[in-house]
């Protein structure tokens, strides 16, 4: 199913190009929360978009339940997320996506990433991609693993003109 | 109360014009809907969390505006859509999208989070009409305004290459010029190979300490608001003078919704809406309008009455019209060798070869192509991620920090010359929490403005390759969205007012004592200049033509 262009742009510019409305949204019921399944679903997707390695994934940041929370405060967000996971849960096979094995989470995140513009499922997938990552890099843990000494203040980058790692700048 | 001046805006023309008064004995109000910001306490970057903020807009009265329906797209112009290689392409439609005007509410106004370039306008753009038949000219020469860039150059502390081959001028720029960026030195090679020249960009961002504030520590995030005061920002140059003469009288989140008329073609007092929701109005002498050249108009059409049913100083149906956008187009590549490009200033390299109005062939208009990383927003992880660095897992985790420092883009500006489908005027249905009508935005690009685009856009990846970044990873521009920081020509000047809503001196042609300070008036846009400095020096040039009180 192609997602309304309106919803696209604004899920996508984290911008509101277009306040909501009701003229916007469809008249369905949703849950004020995303079920207790869902979450867990949620969880699954997120640890296979951001796993541990040598520095903290998604679940050991908080991340699902972040996103979670982000959803009750946006319907459409919130409607983008009970698509999301009932994709993932439906198309997972007869144990479910929480079950599934990591190959097979594997195969249906790389058919999200290449499923046809602009499905729900790949305005999913890019959405919850772009806020994953809005997260895990946000987190100083994280910062350290790639080597930046950031935040940008109150030291700045005064050797800027020489190569990087230089003088321990990076 | 009533003052000697009020000033309705305080960016670049409000706030120097407030200093250029003050200084005079002036009693000046200066009012802006936007608040005062606290550079320590507002601008977020010693916080982990300080790439997910932009700059910190807040106030009581937010602005908006809308759109009208832009054009659609040429299929055959594929070249010039937007993308990224995370996404595909940024839109699908087959229409130009409206992404937004960028203009900050607040004392300072857009200053406070521009990259702090300090452009003199080009002498060549000033006679557009005369020498190319196109636009209309400015109503004095570059010379006449040169002691005034001098003076504005003097008070934000302005740091240029001297000599400066790009502009004729009479004095030493006040600072020296910021050493490129590593990164920068790159894009700098890559013009070499193609013949270009590149020089350090003239900015308002101190190289040395200077007027009681400190050098730039080169953190590169000058939009997202400069906590230490080195980037010259009108808060803390122009408007932190007015101050000190003990003259001018500064009020936040006070927005103007009407000025008010009398006869004699004099204005009697402008009406605002308070902190608190209250309606006020407050009188003056003279008033000087400064909300910028989407803004100023709608102020000037919203306060139609009997004297000017058509809006005010629209005698001749002119305000609005001669709208001037931001053209702009941006290439970013990764670069096979690791840069560091997120450090240095925001903009530290020019190439200005292609800034006269004839300098493109076939094209009427010049642009300037500039070192961009920073404005691009590639400098922290979030930003690579989501939009550079394709795919997920524990292999995208290791491409991130492989390609982390890497980004290099390049950026170009380029003319926006006036043509009767650009233009503002109010909504006819949507208003703001005042209940005043919005500004109505329509931009058409013609087919002049399409093809500077693809010189810009062709460019640019010349520029990216020869510097080593032949990895193109993201590019955008303006054929496909309407993205403005800088506008211009609503209330045009000029000698007649057939032709013009203000004279030379920015003062209108039928009210008396009312002008115009910012760059609604501009004739031309410039191939690609940043207006600001232009702005401030108008303003002081204006003020200087007033007699004492």
Not at chain 2, 221 to 231: A, E, H, I
Request: proline residues 7%.
């Amino acid at each position: 199913m192609k997602f309304d262009r309106r919803r696209v742009l604004r899920l996508f510019t984290g911008a509101a190009l277009f306040a909501s409305s009701a003229a916007i949204l469809k008249s369905v019921f949703l849950p004020a929360t995303l079920s207790s399944g869902e979450r867990a679903i949620l969880k699954a997707y997120l640890d296979t978009l951001i796993p541990d390695d040598d520095s903290p994934g998604a679940i050991a940041l908080g991340i699902p339940e972040k996103m979670a929370a982000a959803a009750e405060k946006d319907r459409d967000y919130l409607r983008l997320l009970h698509i999301g996971c009932s994709w993932l849960d439906a198309t997972s096979g007869s144990n479910g996506f929480v079950s599934s094995v990591e190959a097979v989470r594997e195969e249906l995140l790389d058919q999200l990433e290449h499923s046809e513009i602009p499905s729900e499922e790949w305005v999913f997938y890019q959405r919850t991609r772009r806020d994953a990552f809005q997260h895990y890099y946000a987190d100083p843990r994280t910062i350290a693993a790639l080597d930046y000494p950031g935040p940008p203040q109150p030291v700045g980058f005064p050797d800027y003109g020489a190569p990087p790692g230089e003088d321990g700048n990076t | 109360m009533s003052y000697d001046v009020l000033i309705v805006g305080a960016g670049a023309g409000g706030g120097s014009s407030a200093y250029a008064f003050s200084r005079l004995g002036f009693k000046v109000l200066l009012m802006d809907a936007g608040p005062a910001y606290d550079p320590m306490v507002d601008y977020r970057l010693m916080n982990s969390g300080w790439e997910q903020d932009k700059f910190p807009r807040r106030g009581r009265w937010p602005g908006s505006y809308s759109f009208s329906t832009l054009q659609e797209l040429d299929p055959r112009r594929e070249d010039l859509r937007s993308w990224n290689l995370v996404q595909g392409r940024l839109h699908r439609e087959g229409q130009r999208q409206p992404y937004g005007y960028s203009h900050v509410r607040g004392i300072g106004g857009s200053t406070l989070h521009f990259s702090g370039e300090a452009h003199r306008l080009n002498p060549q753009s000033m006679r557009m009409q005369s020498r190319f038949g196109v636009g209309a000219d400015w109503p004095f020469s570059y010379q006449e305004l040169e002691p005034f860039y001098l003076e504005a150059e003097r008070i934000l502390g302005v740091a240029g290459p001297n000599p400066d081959p790009s502009r004729p001028r009479s004095a030493p720029f006040p600072l020296p010029a910021h050493p490129l960026s590593y990164a920068g030195k790159k894009l700098q090679a890559g013009c070499q190979r193609l013949g270009l020249g590149w020089q350090p960009n003239t900015l308002a961002i101190l190289s040395r300490a200077y007027d009681g504030r400190p050098p730039c520590n080169y953190c590169g995030n000058c939009s997202r608001g400069c906590p230490r005061t080195d980037k010259g920002s009108v808060d803390v140059t122009f408007v932190r003078r007015a101050l000190a003469t003990g003259h001018c009288t500064v009020l936040h989140e006070c927005q103007a919704t009407r000025i008010e008329a009398g006869k004699g073609d004099r204005i009697l007092r402008v009406h605002y809406r308070d902190t608190d929701g209250s309606e006020r109005n407050v009188s003056a002498r003279k008033f000087i309008i400064a909300c910028g050249a989407v803004e100023t108009p709608r102020l000037l059409l919203t306060s139609s009455d009997s004297h000017s049913p058509d809006g005010l100083c629209n005698d001749e149906g002119l305000v609005g019209k001669n709208f001037m956008e931001t053209l702009l187009w941006t290439s970013v590549g990764l670069h096979p060798d690791p840069l560091g490009s997120h450090r240095g200033v925001a903009t530290d390299g020019i190439c200005w070869d292609f800034n006269d109005p004839d300098a493109i062939s076939g094209v009427i208009g010049g642009c300037r192509f500039n070192h961009v990383t920073a404005e691009a927003n590639l400098l922290g992880p979030i930003n690579y991620a989501q939009r550079i660095v394709p795919g997920w897992g524990r292999a995208h985790r290791r491409s991130v920090r492989a390609a982390f420092g890497r980004a290099l883009a390049i950026g170009a500006i380029g003319e926006s010359l006036p043509n009767p489908n650009s233009y503002i005027d109010l909504d006819p249905w949507k208003t703001d929490a005042t209940g005043m009508p919005l500004a109505r935005i329509h931009s058409r690009l013609t087919e002049m403005d399409i093809e500077r685009l693809r010189f810009m856009a062709e460019k640019a990846r010349q520029i990216l390759q020869a510097s080593g970044s032949g990895k193109i990873v993201e590019e955008y521009g303006t054929y496909d969205f309407f993205n403005s920081t800088h506008v211009f020509g609503t209330c045009r000047m000029g000698y007649s007012a057939a032709d013009s809503v203000v004279d030379s001196l920015m003062r209108s042609h039928r009210w008396k004592n009312l002008w115009i300070m910012d760059a609604s008036v501009f004739p031309s846009s410039g191939g690609g200049e940043s207006p600001s400095l232009t702005i401030e020096a108008l303003a002081l040039r204006a003020v200087a033509h007033i007699k004492k009180p």
